[in-house]
Structures are given as structure tokens and as C-alpha cells.
């Protein structure tokens, strides 16, 4: 596998796109493999690059520039970081690294990438910060740092630069382990009244889906028509019957307190989620947390008009930030009268009012969720 440079050459061209035309590297990725015609063992290689190679990004930058004095044509320093990847985070060896990183490169820059390249395998490294070290932008590391003190958020982010498959549910369904305790919440027993349950951001669907696999009627609603057409497909893989509404979340067509469930899983920075969403960490700004904030808020004073007295209100993100979680959470009790539901079962760790489960705890995503009672 290792020998075989088509899946390089494939990834290459993925990571092209993704540098280029800032495409987003699940769906190019996704065309690309579909597309092609290599073994399933060729398809893993490629997606461990492209997803590797777009997380470690800053890492192999810093790993590269050491060796460099002049400006890189951009497709000159795709290839060496891809072959700066396969090096230090790949159990390749490095003749099979450099060669067929070195093989895809246009015939006037092959010296320069053979001679960086193997200065790059043979050099040791001191890593100048975290930041680097761990290749995210220096506010992300600071900003979780901030919030949830240096060991935690140190492991948070070492845990977020390697890959991790869904966990199959009873149904059949594919999703993260932490995904998966949100559904717990949202179909626990209790006195809720009657009525249905309505996920306010549903799509692509794995939260309404696992309600409906429980026993719950459900309707799920989204802004977004086009994820709602993932959250149909999905239901009709698990052959179950999700009503869906297109809708926006802050002014939801239902009649007011007809629901014993509401769900919000927020739309958020997704901190928590970047081992998933590998080129999200370039994306996300630090200025966009106090917007998406202000949404998440909205979203759940939206919601609550639609749950009945004595039933059950779930805001869940998957981020780990104070200001989308525990300040929502202030926010939005300090506007409404409700009971917030604490004490979350194990292995959700206390956060404020809520709870939090980070990416190390269960090997998973890093999710925070709160539940209230309505009024």
C-alpha cells in the first residue's frame, strides 16, 4: 500500500482543491473516492492524508520552512507536506515517503522537494509553541486552555488530530458515542406529558432518528433544505417514518406548548468535533463565537415556546467553549423562568449548570449539553 503512488496522487489532487478553492474536505474527498477506482486499502490511505495532512497543516509548514529562504509555489508545498505527514505522523518508511512525495512533483521543482524532504526526515524538532506543535491557530489552544485549564485542553486537542469511526447504535445507525448520550437525554424516562418530541436543528437526523427508533413520534426541522434531504435519506435507510419540516429555528411554524421533547443541537463553532470536520479548525474565527452565541440563544428562547408545561428542553453543542456554553446557559435563565435539570448521569462531566463530555473521556466527540423543565 505504501508503494502505491495513485493514492498519493489522488490525495494530492483532493488537497489541491481544498487549498485552492477552499472546498470542504469531506465532500471533495467523498466525490474523489467515489470516483475512483482504487481498493478499499488505497481509499484508507487517501483519506488518512487528505484528512491528516489538512489537520497537521501548520505542524508541517513549520516542519518545512525550516529548510526553506524563498516563497513555494502552493502546489510545490502540498506536495511536501504531504510528504512531510506520511514522515512524522505515518508508519511509512522514509525512503517510500520521500520518493513518492518527490515523484509527484513537477520536473523543475523534484531537486528541491528531494533535498527538503530528506532534511525533513533526518532533522529532530523543537516545537516552538503548542500551537504549532499541535497545528491549530494560537486562539483556539487559548481559548480552551482559558476554559478548561492547560492539561484538559492539551489533551482535548492531541485527542482531536487523530480519526475516529462512528459507533453503530442498535438500529443500525452510525454515531459518535458522545451524539449518541444526547439521544440518551432526550428519550429518558420521566414525567414529560404527552406529545411529540421536535428537534429544532435535526439534520442530517441522528438525534431525531434515535428517538424515533424509541418509541417517540418526532417531527425534525431544519433551515437547511439541503441537509434535511440527508436527514430523509437516513430515514429511509433505518425504514422509519421522521416527518420533515423546513424551517428557521428562531420562528418555528408549531403551535405553541404542543411538544413534551424539544431538542436544540445548536449550530456552534464545532470545537469539539475537529477530528471529524478536519479543515474546520482553519475556518472557524475567534470573532464568530459571540455571533453563533447570540444564534444559539435565540434558537432556545425559540424552542421553549414550543414545549409544555413540565416538559423536557435539551440545548446540546458540540463545542467546548465557556461563551456557547455555560454563557448561553446564564443568558437564557436569566430571561426565562425554568428548572434546569443538573446532575447529569456518568460519564457527562459537570460543566456549570450542564455537562460535558471531551474528546479524550470517551475517545469521541467533545459535546456540553443543559436540560431544563419548562415552566
Keep these: 500500500m505504501a508503494e502505491n503512488n495513485e493514492a498519493r496522487a489522488l490525495a494530492l489532487k483532493v488537497l489541491g482543491r481544498i487549498e485552492k478553492d477552499s472546498a470542504f474536505a469531506n465532500l471533495v474527498l467523498r466525490t474523489a473516492l467515489d470516483n475512483s477506482e482504487l481498493d478499499e486499502r488505497d481509499k484508507a490511505l487517501v483519506t488518512e492524508l487528505v484528512y491528516g495532512v489538512t489537520r497537521m497543516r501548520r505542524s508541517c509548514d513549520f516542519l518545512i520552512d525550516r529548510f526553506i529562504s524563498k516563497k513555494l509555489h502552493p502546489d510545490v508545498r502540498t506536495i511536501l507536506r504531504l510528504g512531510t505527514y506520511q514522515l512524522h505522523w505515518m508508519n511509512i518508511p522514509d525512503h517510500a515517503a520521500v520518493n513518492g512525495s518527490v515523484s509527484l512533483a ?57 480519526s475516529k469511526s462512528a459507533t453503530p447504535r442498535e438500529d443500525g445507525y452510525f454515531q459518535d458515542a458522545a451524539s449518541q448520550l444526547v439521544s440518551d437525554l432526550l428519550t429518558q424516562e420521566g414525567n414529560w406529558g404527552e406529545g411529540p418530541v421536535i428537534d429544532v436543528c435535526a439534520a442530517p437526523g441522528g ?44 420562528d418555528l411554524p408549531f403551535r405553541k406548548g404542543e411538544a413534551s421533547r424539544v431538542i ?36 432556545l428562547c425559540s424552542a421553549l415556546t414550543m414545549v409544555k408545561s413540565g416538559g423536557l428542553l435539551i440545548y446540546s453543542v458540540c463545542t467546548l467553549t465557556n461563551l456557547e456554553t455555560i454563557g448561553v446557559d446564564e443568558k437564557f435563565r436569566n430571561l426565562v423562568n425554568v428548572e434546569e435539570i443538573g446532575d447529569l448521569p456518568h460519564p457527562w462531566r459537570k ?5 460535558m463530555i471531551l474528546p479524550q473521556d470517551l475517545d469521541s466527540e467533545g459535546m456540553s449539553v443543559f436540560c431544563y423543565r419548562a415552566p
Design 207 to 250: 438525534k431525531a432518528s434515535a428517538a424515533v427508533s424509541a418509541g417517540f413520534p418526532v417531527i425534525a426541522a431544519d433551515a437547511s433544505l439541503k441537509r434535511l434531504k440527508l436527514a430523509r435519506s437516513n430515514s429511509l435507510e433505518l425504514n422509519i417514518k421522521l416527518p420533515l419540516v423546513v424551517s428557521d429555528g428562531t
Design 351 to 355: 460543566h456549570g449548570r450542564g455537562g
Design 264 to 299: 436544540v443541537d445548536a449550530p456552534c463553532s464545532g470545537l469539539g468535533v475537529l477530528r471529524r470536520r478536519a479543515d474546520a479548525r482553519w475556518r472557524i474565527k475567534e470573532a464568530d463565537l459571540a455571533v453563533l452565541a447570540d444564534l444559539q440563544l435565540k434558537l
Design 106 to 162: 513537477p520536473k523543475w521543482a523534484t531537486g528541491l522537494c528531494n533535498a527538503v524532504l530528506r532534511k525533513v526526515a533526518k532533522e529532530t524538532v523543537e516545537w516552538p509553541t503548542k500551537a504549532i506543535e499541535y497545528s491549530y491557530p494560537d486562539w483556539i489552544v487559548e481559548r480552551l486552555e482559558s476554559d478548561l485549564g492547560e492539561p484538559e485542553a492539551s489533551a482535548a486537542l492531541k485527542c482531536m488530530n487523530s
